[in-house]
């Protein structure tokens, strides 16, 4: 059973939780909150020990083998440090880091403490009906693909208090704290895009900004070779339509590219046929149970390999976001510390 201990006591928190209880192979130990009362009154009912307002003293002193970071974008890169140089296992939530710098960083720190392992969590790349929604992808591309549209948009109910001005703005619509629609659900957009078709050869970005700096929902498109892929995702409107690979006369439709629940080939024909995979409740139990099996054998080749494609791809991902930013001018304080 591993140990585990969390910083960000959030919705997506509460979702991890109950993916690691249906796994079987983790325990709450320690929390970290700003406040101790904001630690005990989240970690109490989920079996949690120990709790801890300061974060040096959590990682010093804590018992768990695994860190799980939920809190805020421009937070991430430090607190990884602290827990790479703990020898601890660390699971951060995508975006893992700001800037290719950051990513760097944490590589070198990585390399100097060959105990710890570092994986972020994108969950949908771990479920089974995904893979098997790349395979067919691979199949298409055997014979002709045309590009795809990915679409990731859900109004946040935080972007109420950015409409009604009422300041401090939540941490997601802020600069300071590494926030907007990019960074938040277009991550899941990117990943899509990458998983499916690897390193583009040049990406774009056309943000629309809210009046707190930060992009609230915009358009993105990677080029390829002979096609491109159109990425529309935000936090300030609703959208239901599905994300879509085109072939030839053959279309391939996910549901949703992050809570993936169904996805179905349209052939040449226009005959409709579903993948016929079962999907967990919870979509972060595969990813959860991935990363147990890593940090239960960690030197084992297998578990090594599959670590390295992660790390691989998450690398990719993070240059890409960097550049997709840099394409629209958008800066974040964590953009200079790194300079």
């Known amino acids: 059973m591993l140990k585990l201990g969390i ?11 109950d993916a690691a209880k249906t796994t079987g192979k983790y325990q709450l130990t320690a929390v ?3 406040t101790l009362d904001r630690a005990k009154e989240f970690g109490k009912p989920y079996g949690a020990t120990e709790f801890y ?17 939920a809190s805020p ?9 602290l827990a790479i140089e703990n020898d601890k296992f660390v699971i951060v939530e995508k975006p893992a880091f700001v800037n290719p710098s950051e990513f760097s960083g944490i590589q070198s720190l990585l390399a100097a403490h060959p105990k710890a392992r570092l994986v972020e969590a994108a969950r949908h790349i771990h479920t089974p009906l995904y893979k098997e929604g790349l395979k067919k992808v691979d199949e298409m591309k055997e014979h002709y693909v045309q590009g795809a549209t990915i679409t990731v948009m859900k109004y946040s109910s935080r972007y109420d208090k950015v409409l009604a001005g009422d300041e401090p703005y939540p941490n997601i619509f802020t600069l300071k704290y590494a926030g907007g629609a990019l960074m938040d659900l277009g991550v899941y957009a990117v990943y899509g895009a ?7 050869q040049s990406v774009v ?23 491109s892929v159109t990425l529309n995702f935000g936090k ?33 024909d226009k005959q409709a046929h579903q993948l016929d995979v079962p999907v967990e409740k919870n979509s972060m139990t595969d990813e959860m149970n991935d990363f147990a099996d890593l940090f239960n054998d960690p030197d084992n080749e297998e578990q090594m390999k599959k670590y390295k494609g992660w790390m691989d791809l998450s690398e990719m991902v993070n240059s890409v976001m960097y550049s997709l930013r840099q394409s629209a001018q958008l800066e974040f304080p964590a953009d200079k510390d790194q300079e």
Do not use: W
């Open 7 to 17: 910083i960000g006591t959030h919705i997506i928190t509460d979702q991890m939780l």
């Open 32 to 34: 970290y909150s700003r």
């Open 53 to 69: 307002d300061d974060l040096e003293k959590f990682f010093e002193d804590g018992d768990f083998d695994v860190v799980y970071i």
């Open 73 to 81: 974008n421009s937070l991430h890169y430090q607190q990884a440090r």
């Open 194 to 200: 990458l998983t499916m078709f690897g390193q583009p």
């Open 205 to 227: 970005y056309y943000p629309t900004l809210c009046k707190t700096g930060v992009d609230a929902k915009g358009v993105a498109i990677l080029n390829y070779d002979k096609f």
């Open 236 to 268: 300030t409107a609703n959208s239901y339509l599905p994300s879509e690979v085109y072939g030839l006369k053959d279309t391939l439709v996910f549901d949703s590219i992050f809570e993936t629940q169904k996805v179905t080939y349209y052939d040449t």
